[in-house]
Every structure is written in C-alpha cells, then in structure tokens.
C-alpha cells in the first residue's frame, strides 16, 4: 500500500518491495530447514550402514541407539512439521493473502482476463477457508 | 501355547491360513462401501475438474487421509511388517526414509504446485518453459513412474492371492488380478478423481485403524514393554543381530552404498511421485495442501510406528524361520501374526484391507496415467489446448481403460516374478528425472527449457540404464537371468547416481542454453506460487 505498483501486472508485482520480503520469509526458513532435515536424515542413514556397532549401543533395556535415532527422525519430522506450519501461518500467510488481495482488486491472474472491472473477477471470500 | 498354535498355524499355510471365504467375505463388503461411494461421487462429477481434481472441494484433512492411503502400499503394509519380522532394524530404515520424504513435500513443493497447475505435474513444469517438449518430457516421466508402480502393485495382488485366499494354481491367481483390474476400471472409469479419492479415505482408515488396534493389542500382550517385546523377538529369532543395523545391507561395502542410494530415492522421490502431487490438486487452496500434506505426515508417521510394533511382534511371536517359510514369504507376517492375535475374523480383516490397498493404489496410478496422457498429451500437445471440458474427459475415460486393461495384462505376466525392484525403481526415477526440475523451476530464476529437458531424459534414461545392467537383472541368484553376469552397475538401486547428475544436467543444461525464457512467464509463475493469485478455485461444495 506504501508503493505504487500496478497490481495488475506479474512483473512489477515481483520487483516491489512486499513480493520479495514474501520471497525472502518464505526461503528464510524452508531453503535451512530442508538442509539440516536432509543432513540429520543422511547421517542417520550413514551411521546404521557404516557404524552398527555405534547403533548397536544399548540405552534402555534392549532398546539400542538405533531404535533411538530413528525414532529421533519420526520426532524431528513431526517437529519441523509444527514449526513449519506455526511460522507459515504467522509470517507467510499474512504477508501471501495481503498481496493476493491486492493483486486481485486490481485484476490480476485471471486465465483469460475480459474486461477489467475491479471487484467482479473473483469470488468473495477465496482467501483462506479455514 | 503359542508354540503349539504356530505349529499349528504353519502346518495349515502351505495351503491357507484361516478361512478364505470370510477373507472374501469381508472384502466383499469393502468393494460394496466403496461401490456405493463411487457411485454417488459419479453423479456430481462432470466436468474435467472433476474427473481429474475431484472438483478441488476436498479438505485439508479428507486429502490427507487419501494422501496416506495413496501412499501405503501394499508394499510398505505387508512389506515393511515383513522385512522388520525378518531382517528386525534394516526393515525399520525403510519406514524412516518414506516419513522424512514429506517434509520435502511440505515444504518446497505442496503449496507451490497447488498454487501453479491444474491437473498434472506437467502443468507445473511447463508453465514457464517452452510447453509441447516439457510437456511431453514430464508426461514421459509421469507414465514410466506410474507404470512401473502400477505393474509392482499387480504382481503383488497375485502374491497375496495365493497367500489369503489359498488360490495357487496360475489360472485362478490370473482370474483375480483380472478381477481387481476390472474393478478398479470401474471405480476410476464413473468415479474419476472424486471416487478414487472416497476409496484412498476408506481404506486409509481401514489400514489405520487395523494396524493400530493390532499394535496396541501386541503391546499389551508385553504388558506394554517395548523393551520386552524386542527382548522376546531376540529369543525366538534366536539372534540378537535382529536388533542392530545390518542383517540385510550390512553384508558387504556396496551393500552399504546401496542401501544409502535407496535412502537418497526414498527421501527424494517421494516429492516426486506424479500420484501423489496429483493429490494436491483436489483441494480448494494452498492452505489446505498444506494442511493435507501435515495430516498425511501424522498418519503416515503413525503408520510407520505400528509398523516397528507389528514387525518386531512378528518376530517375537512367529520368528524369522516360521514367517520365510510361509507361502508369501516375508509378505506372510502380517496376515501369520494377525491369525495368531485374533483368528479368522482378524486375518479376514488384515485380509480385505491388504486386497483394499491394492485396489486403491491402483486406482491412484491409474487416474495419474490417464491425466498425463489425457490431459497431456492429447489435450494440451496434439490438440494444442483446444479440447473441450467434455472432449478432455472422454479422452481420459478411454485412457483409464487402456491403461487398466494393460495393468491387468502386465500383473497377469509378472506373476512370480521378482518385481519388488519396480517400486524402488519409480522412486529412483521420481527422484531424478521430476525432483530437481520441480525444484528448479519453483526456485530458480535462470532455468530452461533445455535444462529441464535434460534433467528428465537424462534422470529417467540413467535411471532405466543403470537397473538394466544391475544386478536386478543379471548374476545373482534373484536375477532375471542368473547364470550370466552382465551387470556392469554393481548396485540395484540407481538413485546414487541418476540422483545427482539430473541435478547437474539441469544445471548445465540451462547455463549453456543461449535461448532465455520469458521473463513475464517467469514473474507470473513466482508471484503465483507465493501468493496463489489466479489459482484455479474450487467448483462445488
């Protein structure tokens, strides 16, 4: 709303200031988590091929460090799941609705656009449903 | 006691276990559930959104059930169960790979597809590129993926065949493969995607609910004590190598490594599978693709910890010994191990269900492959996008039967072949010829066509390539042909390899491409995969 982009137009909306905090927000958390899932994933894998006798390790009973690593990665799953969709909702989705809201006033990304009569080309309400 | 009903248990399996009938029985009135919801979906699906995107008007939740029951093959059901009863941990390493797999889909790729296509991966990939060669390429892809997928499933129906129904001469295995074949025509062919979807939620839940009052009964049975039941599995095995990694891939170095490229197409592929990307598209909004994807990962997870349960309550119960020589070998633990728990009505369930996922499965792959060619190819390349709603949805009809017709063919031919590769091969081709152009063309900018283009041909032809002259076809005892030694790949499975280097082509590809791609095309397709402006809506409620 600070800028004065049309909204209606893909490039411009990509270049303004508001697409690419959206762009960077959105990176910022998936491009680390996606590493560091596949690193503890890949290590895990690496340790019970190449070292089960570290994973043959018992801890409690006969539950060995195996069954506890890889329980470990149902944990971190379900973790980065939670955290994913907590920071989705607080910090993508604001950001994603506003520009979408915008874009849509004004017009854009309608397949074949008729005429441009404001309002009259999206449904109300297609926002989030949830 | 338990030793004497595993005797017992044992020396009925060399021809059946339990009653067939009431396994029949009981599948019967799941073909009758679905039936009846595949018809009532027919009724409102008429257009080709309907056909193929269930009219976008599932929820997050309803997705995700489906997602799961897409996901939860056969094979990992009654595989997984078995290989952790037999190898104990390297069976676990399986489970660990197809869960981690989804936060590749939660995060880089749901959302993005949802916001950007409309039927198919295709859709996706071609939407910035130049559309008739990527188009072509990705619907290529898609069909090698579903097939050999589809043609894994098939064969397997004819395992179980003999295994629950105590059907084993050929011509009566080849009479129920045709039967499920046919059923599931039926199902996809009047349902489409709505009906497909209705049969993935019921026998999710089926498979759910099954394996969880299974794992909570064997748990109790060990008043609780994980611990114990892994300690009673190490005495009848009689090894307590069952509990360490290393029974199955610990043999030697390449066994190692081969393991590790399964791992590497387990976690990659998945975000690659074009029937589970499909699934994206049957939901009104990005928000409930996510939503899906999280619900899929709380069943899936689930899944795969009843799984751990189930497999080393195999073991403790029956033992390796008992579970290999059954008719179905490894894929016998979990009907053996729910005889053992709770008899016929029991095994008749785990039965039904197991026939349930098979069907389902199936009719996912199918409704895939009908979509890529239909949509694809006839609608999108040869009539260049001037197919009518009607025209597209007769187009995809006769596919789903051709393609059903030739799943049926392809089971009946498989039948008693080694074909467990296949599913690690779709998952090995997934990984490498649709992952990275996923990737690559959500995420950056100076991709091309021709980096695309070579990333698929080049992920899908190395893939093939290398399984040709792997093991898995000449050499070893399981082999095609084991008496000559041909294979110059030294593992069986390719993703080590194709995996990197369609990441690398698709790099190269597009570096040394002269030709750029339109920039608008490119704005357009950022700005809508972030914010889903312009992206298609759902048609009813």
């Not at chain 2, 017992?8 to 009135?29: K, Q, R």
């Not at chain 2, 193929?52 to 997050?60: D, I, L, N, Q």
């Not at chain 2, 609910?209 to 039941?229: D, E, K, P, Q």
Request: include cysteine; proline fraction near 3%; charge should be neutral.
């Amino acid at each position: 709303m600070t800028t004065t982009h049309n909204y209606s137009d893909f490039q411009q909306v990509q270049k303004s200031e508001q697409f690419q905090q959206l762009r960077k927000t959105h990176r910022s958390f998936v491009f680390p988590m996606t590493v560091i899932f596949l690193i503890w994933y890949l290590a895990f894998v690496i340790l019970a091929a190449f070292a089960p006798e570290f994973m043959a390790i018992k801890v409690l009973g006969n539950i060995n460090l195996g069954i506890v690593l890889g329980l470990a990665q149902f944990v971190t799953t379900f973790i980065i799941t939670g955290a994913y969709v907590a920071y989705a909702n607080r910090k993508i989705d604001p950001i994603a609705t506003d520009l979408r809201e915008q874009m849509e006033a004004a017009g854009a990304g309608e397949p074949t656009p008729v005429e441009v009569t404001g309002y009259a080309t999206t449904a109300p309400g297609s926002g989030d449903a949830s | 006691m338990t030793s004497a009903l595993i005797t017992a248990a044992t020396t009925d399996v060399s021809t059946e276990v339990g009653n067939p009938w009431a396994n029949i029985g009981i599948f019967l009135v799941f073909v009758a559930v679905t039936l009846f919801a595949v018809v009532r979906a027919s009724r409102k699906t008429k257009t080709a959104t309907d056909f193929y995107a269930g009219g976008r008007s599932f929820t997050g939740t309803q997705n995700g059930t489906a997602i799961a029951g897409d996901y939860l093959s056969a094979a990992s059901f009654l595989g997984i169960v078995g290989a952790i009863a037999i190898y104990g941990y390297d069976g676990f390493l399986y489970s660990i790979g197809f869960l981690v797999a989804w936060l590749v889909a939660l995060l880089l790729v749901a959302e993005m597809l949802r916001n950007t296509g409309k039927f198919t991966m295709a859709d996706v990939l071609s939407f910035r590129l130049r559309q008739r060669p990527v188009r072509i390429a990705a619907a290529t892809s898609t069909l090698a993926v579903s097939i050999f997928y589809l043609l894994a499933q098939m064969a397997g129906a004819g395992a179980l065949v003999s295994l629950l129904l105590g059907i084993d001469s050929k011509l009566g295995q080849s009479l129920v493969i045709a039967i499920v074949g046919v059923l599931m025509i039926f199902y996809v062919f009047i349902g489409g995607m709505k009906g497909t979807t209705w049969v993935q939620i019921i026998k999710a839940t089926l498979l759910l609910i099954g394996v969880g009052i299974m794992s909570i009964w064997l748990l109790a049975l060990f008043g609780f004590n994980f611990s114990a039941m892994l300690g009673e599995a190490v005495t009848t095995a009689g090894n307590p190598a069952v509990l360490d990694p290393g029974l199955q891939y610990g043999a030697s170095a390449l066994s190692k490594i081969d393991f590790l490229s399964l791992g590497l197409a387990l976690v990659l592929g998945t975000a690659g599978l074009p029937h589970v990307l499909m699934r994206f598209y049957t939901v009104p909004t990005a928000k409930e693709a996510r939503k899906s994807v999280v619900w899929a990962i709380c069943l899936i997870g689930g899944f795969y910890l009843c799984t751990l349960v189930l497999g080393f309550g195999a073991a403790a119960m029956l033992g390796p010994e008992v579970i290999s020589n059954a008719p179905g070998g490894q894929n016998s633990a979990a009907p053996l191990l729910a005889y053992e728990l709770g008899g016929t009505i029991l095994l008749g369930i785990i039965a039904a269900v197991a026939f349930a996922t098979i069907l389902a499965v199936v009719a996912g792959l199918t409704i895939t492959a009908s979509a890529s060619f239909a949509h694809d190819i006839y609608g999108e390349v040869i009539k260049k996008g001037k197919l009518d709603t009607a025209g597209e949805m007769r187009a995809g009809r006769a596919t789903v039967v051709v393609v059903g017709i030739l799943a049926i063919l392809g089971g009946i031919g498989a039948q008693g072949q080694n074909v467990a590769f296949l599913v690690a091969l779709a998952f090995a081709v997934a990984a490498s010829a649709n992952l990275p152009t996923i990737i690559y063309s959500l995420f950056w900018k100076r991709f091309t066509t021709r980096g695309a283009l070579w990333s698929m041909y080049g992920g899908l032809i190395t893939s093939i390539t290398l399984i040709v002259f792997s093991p898995v076809m000449w050499g070893a005892e399981t082999s095609f042909f084991p008496d000559v030694d041909l294979a110059l790949y030294p593992l069986t499975n390719p993703g080590i390899v194709s995996i990197p280097l369609s990441f690398i082509l698709g790099w190269l590809g597009s570096v040394t491409s002269k030709a750029t791609e339109d920039p608008a095309k490119q704005a357009e397709m950022e700005v809508r995969s972030l914010t889903g402006v312009g992206a298609e809506k759902a048609t009813d409620h």
